[in-house]
């Protein structure tokens, strides 16, 4: 029976191949390490860079439209307040009720005054004159709201917080208005009321006297 000799590994080979099994190891493992390591890396650089809100649908905010209620909202109350103005001033120029309702009370009083006799001026004076004279106080107190409540709205965005946006346009111009309107009811009161346009009628000298 023929036999062959077991072949015999030197020390030498032995420590080259194990060299060799080592090195291959390390090239297959380097690449995937070093691969994987920058891969997560980078996912967590682009997690931390991107703002909140925006990691699902990425709209920023200043793409997003303005909300058109806010923007009606804005300058609600300066508005209200100079229609006021303009419509204190119309009622200035026009007459009020309330100038009437008093009017006709101070012609009630001269009546009541004057029942028991007295002269052709005093009557004058205390039925139409007094009446006249309070028609036109009335009326300028109205004109003197209007211009108070006009020059309110237009000096309100000087003091207090800056406005996140200017005043309108309208609302100025209708606090223009009102002011122009308060202004000419308080000349035109004052004129009625110190008889400047037409002073009160004057009693005739009797006949013969």
Sequence with gaps: MNTSPAKT??????????????????????????????????????????????????????????????????GVGAGAAAVVS??????????????????????LIGQIKTSGGGSAAQQISEIYGDAWHTTALVNGVFALLALLVGVVVLVRPAFGAPADRPQPAWVRAVALAGVALGVLGVLISAGMYFDLFASLPSAGTPAGG
């Design 9 to 74: 590994t030197t020390p030498d080979e032995t420590a080259a191949a194990q060299d060799a099994a080592a090195k291959d190891t390390e090239t297959k493992d380097a690449p995937g390490t070093s691969s994987g390591a920058v891969d997560s890396a980078t996912a967590r650089d682009d997690l931390s860079s991107q703002p909140e809100g925006d990691a699902g649908d990425g709209i920023a905010d200043e793409d997003l439209e303005p909300d058109p209620f806010e923007k009606a909202r804005h």
């Design 86 to 107: 303009a419509a204190l001033g119309v009622v200035a120029l026009t007459g009020a009720w309330s100038g009437r309702v008093a009017a006709e009370r101070e012609t």
